[in-house]
């Protein structure tokens, strides 16, 4: 019996394995449903990038929904994203809010007019407290946010245009009010 008990654990690590590999192969690791979906947006107060004695609330951006997008300097992933993001954000019909996470803010501000900056406006949170409140994981991340302060839907990693075309958009039209 005490032969067995180690045959018996590789067995199992063997079948932990195999379902592992299984899960990745049907589940897309990067979808992370996010518990605040349909639930209020944390209340912040970030500074501004560009001047950073004023200061960007919660409260501030309700009116109107806006797309919170999380971007770091520092961020492969967010090079990736960024001419997506120049392309395709001013198409959106809504404010694109950029959201620099744990930077430098000069590192940002430079990295912004090096490359452009398709943002509306573009909060710092350089220690990245207000980010562990909106549950981020990393950059990049998107949070669609209503004009009540709602968050409607999330994406980590880059947008990309077909995300854009079949996740986001659809959401985006869904908040319009109808014409009357």
């Known amino acids: ?3 067995l008990i180690p045959f018996l654990v590789f067995v199992l690590l063997v079948g932990l394995f195999g379902f592992g590999i299984w899960w990745n192969t049907w589940h897309d690791a990067r979808y ?10 944390p209340a ?4 501004r990038l560009d001047t950073p004695d004023q200061t960007v609330t919660k409260a501030s ?8 997008n999380v971007f770091a300097s520092w961020c492969v992933a ?8 120049m ?12 959201y620099d996470y744990k930077d430098v803010p ?10 452009g900056s398709p943002y509306d406006l573009v909060v710092a949170d350089q220690s990245g407290r207000t980010a562990i409140d909106f549950g981020v994981y990393g950059a990049p991340e ?7 302060g709602v968050i409607r839907y999330k994406h980590i990693g880059p947008l990309t245009p077909e995300v854009i075309a079949k996740e986001l958009q659809p959401v985006i039209d869904a908040l319009k009010p109808e014409a009357p």
Do not use: N, T
């Not at 967010?78 to 993001?85: F, G």
């Not at 000069?106 to 490359?115: G, S, T």
């Open 61 to 68: 951006l309700l009116g109107k929904p806006y797309l919170l």
């Open 44 to 47: 912040f107060a970030l500074p």
């Open 1 to 3: 019996m005490k032969r």
């Open 78 to 85: 967010c090079a990736e994203e960024h001419p997506v993001l």
């Open 87 to 98: 392309a395709d954000g001013r198409q959106l019909g809504i404010p694109l809010v950029g």
């Open 106 to 115: 000069d590192d940002a501000k430079r990295w912004l007019r090096e490359h």
């Open 142 to 148: 998107s949070f669609l946010i209503d004009a009540k």
């Open 32 to 41: 992370v449903p996010s518990p605040l979906i349909g639930k209020p947006a």
